[in-house]
């Protein structure tokens, strides 16, 4: 007998919690700041974000619905992603806060607002770590069979960074000194990393391979 659990997603998983969110994971947070047309600004993390592309630099989050992040994006071209790191763990929880769209989750997270440097849109005075970014594209998904789903990616090209000279080491950024957050299963689950977790490997080459056989 198989020892798996398997299951169709469509039919439903049969568990206490939804295994897919804990086994995509831990994933980075897409901490996303977005302007209004009448300037109001919006601060919100999103537990699908990852980077797709270095040259140029992409960056995406997914939005379940159409929410003020993605029609700022749109109505912009721009957004700010921020590095949610331990120390501001908090506070990225506070900006997940269902509120009006007139009310900024900046003055609810007890957050200062700073002038970018490239966009438009302010970023988080705090966040050691920020991209500036323009919209690329903003692509609504689709199931198997071609149907529309109600998420939205959106997608934008880093067009400035920002890094605290602290996060650097002889010219090297230190991942686990920024201490990031990322999302993981259960209704509130979150993981750390550290250098004891750190390990290296170097892809192979074609004649390291030939060698070997």
Not at 10 to 29: N, S, T, Y
Not at 86 to 102: C, T
Not at 135 to 161: F, K, M, N, P, Y
Not at 165 to 192: I, N
Request: glycine share 8%.
């Amino acid at each position: 007998m198989d020892p798996r659990h398997f299951y169709q997603p469509r039919e439903g998983h049969g568990l206490a919690h939804d295994p897919f969110k804990a086994i995509i994971a831990p994933r980075p947070v897409g901490w996303v700041s977005t302007a209004a047309d009448d300037g109001t600004l919006n601060l919100a993390p999103y537990s699908f974000f990852n980077a797709f592309t270095a040259d140029p630099p992409i960056i995406g989050f997914a939005s379940n619905g159409w929410k003020d992040s993605v029609a700022n994006v749109e109505a912009t071209g721009e957004f700010c992603w921020h590095l949610a790191e331990y120390q501001l763990a908090e506070h990225m929880n506070l900006s997940s806060a269902d509120v009006p769209a007139e009310t900024s989750e900046f003055d609810v997270a007890g957050l200062t607002s700073r002038q970018s440097r490239v966009v438009s849109v302010p970023h988080v005075a705090e966040a050691r770590v920020v991209f500036e970014c323009r919209r690329t594209q903003i692509l609504q998904l689709t199931d198997a069979e071609g149907s529309a789903v109600d998420t939205w990616l959106t997608l934008g090209e880093v067009v400035g960074v920002h890094i605290d000279e602290s996060l650097l080491v002889d010219g090297v950024y230190d991942t686990a000194a920024g201490d990031p957050v990322m999302r993981a299963g259960g209704p509130g689950d979150y993981f750390r990393i550290g250098a004891h977790g750190l390990f290296r490997m170097r892809r192979p080459r074609s004649e390291d391979l030939n060698a070997s056989h």
